[in-house]
């Protein structure tokens, strides 16, 4: 397995349900970020993560909340979400420091809130 | 007022027509400009880095450009496998730690 890897890569949820995003990326990055991509509008930065500490919130609302256990492995978990909610959301990676050099990203989870 | 603004939304060529795509942006201190490719349901591919007015790369059929407060993506001879949606982003000081700023895109359909 090589680059970055998100799953699930389509997830329908209700408003009361409680889920999860994962992202794992094997390219031995230390910096790792969630965007939201809505039609119309530019990707969103949402949560940045630097060696594992979260080093910006982007005034995301508190239904999302990020989790970084380790370098390789990002999630969001997500409740009570809203259907303006629904978006494509997208894991990057790349060196800190070194973002100059470009992200990697995943190929994004498609969300759907009903 | 956005800090990155592509143009055109959408573009539609015939294979062979050569154009550019524009990037301007409104930010200071600017550490790096990207140009990303973006495929239907997939995320975004890293294309290009560029780091200061003058500097120039190429790839294959893609050529970008910087200036001070803006970039081109040249795209010559196209064929229909350049479809794609292009994005710029902008990382610059005071942006936030190595998060990128996108614009919202470029819809490129090339037909055969």
């Known amino acids: 397995e090589t680059g970055v890897t998100q799953t699930p890569r389509h997830l329908v949820m209700g408003m009361t349900n409680k889920k999860s995003l994962k992202c794992e990326q094997h390219l031995g990055h230390n910096a790792m970020y969630w965007y939201k991509q809505s039609a119309k509008k530019p990707l969103e930065l949402m949560f940045v993560?630097?060696?594992?500490?979260?080093?910006e919130n982007n005034s995301v609302p508190s239904r999302f909340s990020p989790e970084c256990p380790n370098s390789s492995h990002l999630f969001l978990h997500l409740h009570t979400l809203q259907p303006e909610d629904s978006a494509l959301y997208l894991c990057a990676s790349s060196q800190v420091g070194q973002a100059n050099y470009g992200y990697t990203f995943g190929s994004g989870t498609r969300l759907t809130v009903v | 007022e956005d800090q990155v603004t592509q143009s055109p939304e959408a573009l539609r060529l015939q294979e062979g027509e050569s154009s550019s795509l524009n990037c301007s942006y409104t930010v200071s201190g600017l550490r790096g400009l990207f140009w990303y490719r973006q495929d239907p349901g997939k995320g975004p591919e890293f294309l290009f880095t560029l780091y200061s007015a003058g500097e120039e790369k190429e790839k294959e059929r893609l050529k970008a450009t910087l200036t001070k407060k803006e970039s081109f993506l040249h795209i010559t001879a196209p064929k229909p496998e350049d479809s794609a949606t292009y994005l710029c982003?902008?990382?610059?000081?005071?942006?936030?730690?190595?998060?990128?700023?996108f614009g919202k895109g470029t819809h490129l359909i090339i037909q055969p």
């Open positions: 993560y630097n060696f594992k500490e979260q080093t």
């Open positions: 982003a902008v990382l610059y000081s005071g942006g936030g730690a190595d998060g990128l700023t």
